[in-house]
């Protein structure tokens, strides 16, 4: 990668999927060219839509996590210091969580990574046929009336993005304008942040890590005019007031269900990439800025 390509090819080895982090190669330098040339960005404009409809990506939710949580990681671990990611931390998880976070970091710092495969824990996969014996898709029921192996009913979960140390495993849900899904391919009543959360316990459990869940969405989703339009924002109220919703949707006696679940928005972390624009290289903070304004998530000016 090219010098100026710096912060973001130096994150690309943290994403498992080597198509994806092709693509996102190329997005990278597509995105710096423009920050080099802003002018360029109104002649392609004109002259070539494709480059342009590749920029935005069509919404693609993906570029959006990995350019916002490599420039969040960048700042609170690559060029921060202790006290002032400290108050990071507690700003966006809250000052108990946040301070547990920062202490542990201190002597074991926290790794980032994307697309993270979790395996379903055991009582999961039990639940998964019972339910698929009872599926309305007929060749649902089939398969699970075959018996063999469980694990082959679900696959291991693929997550957005994972800050993880010795001491905590933390599993983020990264939303754009998508809603979460509603359903897994067997079972037709368990929504995307339920599974998340099973598999994100189930990870942490056996490692003896404490787990938290973090949903990142716009702040239109969760305090704009767009709240409650999505599933998620009537789940994560829930799921915050009562725990016992969490057993209720998970569908089987689950060993630990978690108090620590948070719900940040793609403003939150650029307010902290913009007040830390300095530790950017001269053309990153303006692509980054204009990357997300061009998604109407503003940073500060």
Known sequence: ???????????????????????????????????????????????????????????????????????LFHVLWGKMDADARTGALVDLFGKTFGTRVAKADAGDPLKLSFGRKLTPCPGYLEAVRDWAENH????????????????????????????????????????????ISYQVTFIPVLNQIVRVVDCGMYEARETGRMFAFTLVSPALFRDGDGARNRLYWYKMNEYSTYTEALYRDLGYEAPLIPDRLFWITWEDILWHIAMNRTLFERNEYP?????????????PT
């Open 287 to 299: 692509a980054l800025s204009d990357f997300f304004r061009n998604r109407r998530i503003e940073t």
């Open 1 to 71: 990668m090219p010098k100026r390509d710096l912060l973001f090819g130096d994150y690309l080895n943290l994403v498992e999927e080597p198509p994806i982090r092709t693509q996102f190669e190329e997005f990278i330098r597509d995105l710096m060219e423009y920050a080099d040339d802003p002018e360029k960005r109104l002649g392609d404009y004109q002259a070539d839509r494709l480059t342009v409809e590749r920029l935005q990506y069509f919404k693609d939710e993906q570029v959006l996590t990995f350019f916002g949580m490599t420039a």
């Open 136 to 179: 309305p898709v007929l060749c649902v029921r089939r398969k699970a009336a075959s018996g063999g192996d469980l694990s082959l009913l679900e696959k291991p979960v693929s997550i957005n993005a994972v800050l993880e140390n010795k001491r905590f495993f933390i599993c983020f849900e990264c939303k754009f304008l998508s809603d």
